[in-house]
């Protein structure tokens, strides 16, 4: 019996694909779920940070996320091959409340949104302060003092 090497390029080229958007799509849960709060405004503009990282809940999205500071919203999307289950998220700067944890993360920054208090985003300290410079003021960043409270 000949075994058809292009048969079997094709069918674990296949399985490749299978797996990959089976993973990209289960671990986009939290991400679908601020999308269908916050879905893709048209007016997507905006200064862009390109290849940054970030945590949703459990899921780490390491330098493939983009956040756009547009004048109305924060603009979210990932880089092209890890797309599938992950569309494209616009959050009015109103609807954000950004927060230094206490403990150990300090070196994050927490975004958590009004009405889906389920989903948080948490961003290095760094990329969080880029996005409060970008945003012209509309998004400021609650430390804690040194009593524990926030400020």
Request: positive net charge; charged residues 20%.
């Amino acid at each position: 019996m000949q075994v058809n090497s292009a048969a079997i390029i094709a069918v674990a080229i296949g399985g490749w694909l299978v797996i990959w958007i089976s993973v990209c799509w289960l671990i986009g849960l939290p991400w679908r779920r601020l999308a269908q709060q916050f879905p893709a405004s048209d007016d997507f503009d905006g200064e862009a940070l390109r290849f940054r990282t970030g945590k949703f809940n459990w899921v780490s999205y390491g330098s493939c996320l983009t956040l756009t500071a547009g004048y109305r919203y924060l603009h979210l999307s990932v880089f092209f091959p890890f797309r599938v289950g992950h569309p494209r998220v616009s959050i009015p700067w109103a609807e954000i409340r950004a927060t230094v944890p206490s403990g150990r993360r300090r070196s994050w920054v927490e975004l958590g949104f009004q009405n889906l208090r389920e989903v948080n985003l948490f961003l290095p300290a760094r990329t969080a302060e880029d996005l409060v410079q970008m945003s012209s003021g509309r998004l400021r960043i609650e430390r804690p003092d040194n009593n524990g409270s926030n400020n």
